[in-house]
């Protein structure tokens, strides 16, 4: 699907489908930013600086300018320098945290002028140049050394996978900008770098059994709250006890030592469980408790806060667009400003209003269309480093997709995450089309890549 122009480097030029799905996105996201904001009556013109909308233009022109820049500069600088950029991004989210601007909270910006600049967001694309880089000059995986045998101290070898030095080093390199996220009380931004576990999984460095475990003990957290305090021995964890049973009695010639393996995790998976209660309401913010409780209790009424109130409004305005929706600009929960947020975090109440269920659908489907091409892109690389730096693309972008939808039809608790290139921010959209580009970058330049297996 690539074009064929070639730049003065040599290369061929960005793919043009995820091109096409860029700009598509963009303006898309320019018009229901407009829609969402501009109102006739104020008599303000579209071209007013006040305007979002406008500042937004401003912005697009901006990441055109940043795209330009990346095609005409040696692919081989991200390469070259990613942990330059990494070391970077590090010192602007410790210098965010004394110089930063307190915004809801949060002490994320740095304020110029009239405009605003976020460092978590370029941290993103600067963590997935550092984390390929690292992982390609680090080699093979060794993943079981020949001195450990199938059990050592009744714990299976597979534990051991987990001391790997190389995925420790790993997580220090995704942990750090993380942590210093928090440090700013961003904890919506933070969470993105967990989807890095998606890329150590594709490069092997972490095993399926981890995924599944994480998978579970956030499942068995869940349904901890779901289910009343009285009732969780019942539902939760006679079930949990019956299917280990099941398990030792399949497995009868299994060695004592992982027998005694199994019922160690099935006892710590009761005490988690039984515990999970405490770790809510200990270690959890009081924000952060009350968002988790409104999507699990109806009835719930967080005491002077409008979290119910967000969420009331935001399913209200995508199921009133029905199928075809109410059309440009005639949002009318959109346009009396019920939707919090309206042009940044919940720009997807606009969509659905406006366009209905059809424009929703549409919407969803360009973005999995992007997501399965960057995958394919990943896959076709001939250097370790462009492929899991695509990976790392496309697992950002997931993220926020993924996390943005649910968040405003309330399947997740609402956090800060933007819909990527919908959103309104110069931040996010900057930060969006560099990690986007530069994996186009790489990839137009495959050919010349050495291979890296």
Same mark, same amino acid.
């Given at each position: 699907?690539?074009?064929?122009?070639?730049?003065?480097?040599?290369?061929?030029?960005?793919?043009? %489908?995820?091109?096409? &799905?860029? #700009?598509?996105?963009? !303006?898309? /996201?320019?018009?229901?930013? =407009? +829609?969402?904001?501009?109102?006739?009556?104020?008599?303000?013109?579209?071209?007013?600086?006040?305007?979002?909308?406008?500042?937004?233009?401003?912005?697009?022109?901006?990441?055109?300018?940043?795209?330009?820049?990346?095609?005409?500069?040696?692919?081989?600088?991200?390469?070259?320098?990613?942990?330059?950029?990494?070391?970077?991004?590090?010192?602007? %989210?410790?210098?965010? &945290?004394? #110089?930063?601007?307190? !915004?809801? /909270?949060?002490?994320?910006? =740095? +304020?110029?002028?009239?405009?605003?600049?976020?460092?978590?967001?370029?941290?993103?694309?600067?963590?997935?140049?550092?984390?390929?880089?690292?992982?390609?000059?680090?080699?093979?995986?060794?993943?079981?050394?020949?001195?450990?045998?199938?059990?050592?101290?009744?714990?299976?070898?597979?534990?051991?996978?987990?001391?790997?030095?190389?995925?420790?080093?790993?997580?220090?390199?995704?942990?750090?900008?993380?942590?210093?996220?928090?440090?700013?009380?961003? +904890?919506?931004?933070?969470?993105?770098?967990?989807?890095?576990?998606?890329?150590?999984?594709?490069?092997?460095?972490?095993?399926?059994?981890?995924?599944?475990?994480?998978?579970?003990?956030?499942?068995?957290?869940?349904?901890?709250?779901?289910?009343?305090?009285?009732?969780?021995?019942?539902?939760?964890?006679?079930?949990?006890?019956?299917?280990?049973?099941?398990?030792?009695?399949?497995?009868?010639?299994?060695?004592?030592?992982?027998?005694?393996?199994?019922?160690?995790?099935?006892?710590?998976?009761?005490?988690?469980?039984?515990?999970?209660?405490?770790?809510?309401?200990?270690?959890?913010?009081?924000?952060?408790?009350?968002?988790?409780?409104?999507?699990?209790?109806?009835?719930?009424?967080?005491?002077?806060?409008?979290?119910?109130?967000?969420?009331?409004?935001?399913?209200?305005?995508?199921?009133?667009?029905?199928?075809?929706?109410?059309?440009?600009?005639?949002?009318?929960?959109?346009?009396?400003?019920?939707?919090?947020?309206?042009?940044?975090?919940?720009?997807?109440?606009?969509?659905?209003?406006?366009?209905?269920?059809?424009?929703?659908?549409?919407?969803?489907?360009?973005?999995?269309?992007?997501?399965?091409?960057?995958?394919?892109?990943?896959?076709?690389?001939?250097?370790?480093?462009?492929?899991?730096?695509?990976?790392?693309?496309?697992?950002?972008?997931?993220?926020?997709?993924?996390?943005?939808?649910?968040?405003?039809?309330?399947?997740?608790?609402?956090?800060?995450?933007?819909?990527?290139?919908?959103?309104?921010?110069?931040?996010?959209?900057?930060?969006?089309?560099?990690?986007?580009?530069?994996?186009?970058?790489?990839?137009?330049?495959?050919?010349?890549?050495?291979?890296?297996?």
């Amino acid at each position: 699907m690539a074009n064929s122009t070639h730049n003065i480097k040599g290369g061929s030029g960005f793919d043009s %489908l995820t091109v096409f &799905l860029y #700009f598509v996105l963009i !303006i898309f /996201g320019w018009l229901n930013i =407009f +829609a969402a904001e501009f109102d006739a009556s104020s008599g303000k013109s579209m071209f007013d600086f006040s305007l979002v909308s406008t500042k937004q233009i401003i912005w697009i022109a901006t990441s055109i300018i940043i795209i330009l820049v990346i095609y005409t500069i040696d692919y081989s600088t991200f390469d070259t320098y990613s942990f330059v950029f990494y070391i970077a991004a590090l010192f602007l %989210l410790l210098l965010v &945290l004394i #110089f930063g601007k307190e !915004i809801k /909270g949060n002490r994320s910006w =740095f +304020a110029i002028g009239g405009f605003t600049l976020q460092p978590s967001e370029f941290a993103k694309f600067a963590t997935g140049l550092a984390l390929a880089k690292f992982l390609t000059i680090s080699g093979n995986i060794n993943k079981k050394s020949a001195f450990i045998s199938d059990t050592a101290f009744g714990v299976p070898v597979f534990l051991f996978e987990l001391w790997n030095p190389i995925l420790r080093a790993a997580l220090m390199v995704i942990g750090i900008p993380a942590f210093l996220i928090l440090l700013q009380g961003d +904890a919506g931004s933070a969470m993105v770098f967990s989807v890095f576990i998606f890329v150590l999984y594709r490069e092997g460095l972490l095993p399926t059994w981890v995924l599944t475990s994480l998978f579970v003990v956030i499942s068995l957290f869940v349904l901890s709250l779901f289910i009343p305090a009285d009732k969780i021995l019942v539902y939760l964890i006679i079930p949990l006890l019956s299917v280990v049973l099941l398990i030792l009695l399949l497995n009868l010639k299994r060695s004592y030592q992982s027998v005694i393996f199994t019922l160690i995790v099935a006892a710590t998976l009761v005490l988690y469980i039984v515990s999970a209660k405490y770790i809510f309401d200990n270690v959890l913010k009081k924000h952060q408790r009350e968002r988790i409780m409104v999507l699990i209790d109806n009835d719930i009424d967080p005491a002077g806060q409008d979290i119910r109130y967000n969420l009331k409004h935001s399913k209200i305005a995508i199921g009133s667009g029905g199928f075809f929706g109410k059309g440009f600009m005639q949002g009318t929960q959109t346009k009396l400003k019920y939707v919090p947020e309206q042009s940044t975090d919940f720009i997807f109440c606009t969509v659905g209003e406006e366009y209905g269920w059809l424009g929703s659908f549409m919407l969803i489907s360009i973005y999995l269309v992007l997501l399965n091409r960057l995958l394919f892109l990943a896959e076709r690389q001939k250097d370790k480093f462009a492929r899991i730096y695509g990976y790392s693309v496309a697992s950002i972008l997931f993220f926020h997709f993924m996390i943005n939808l649910s968040m405003t039809i309330g399947l997740f608790p609402v956090v800060g995450i933007p819909l990527p290139f919908l959103s309104y921010g110069g931040s996010s959209l900057w930060a969006f089309t560099l990690l986007l580009f530069i994996f186009l970058k790489l990839d137009a330049h495959r050919e010349q890549q050495m291979v890296r297996k």
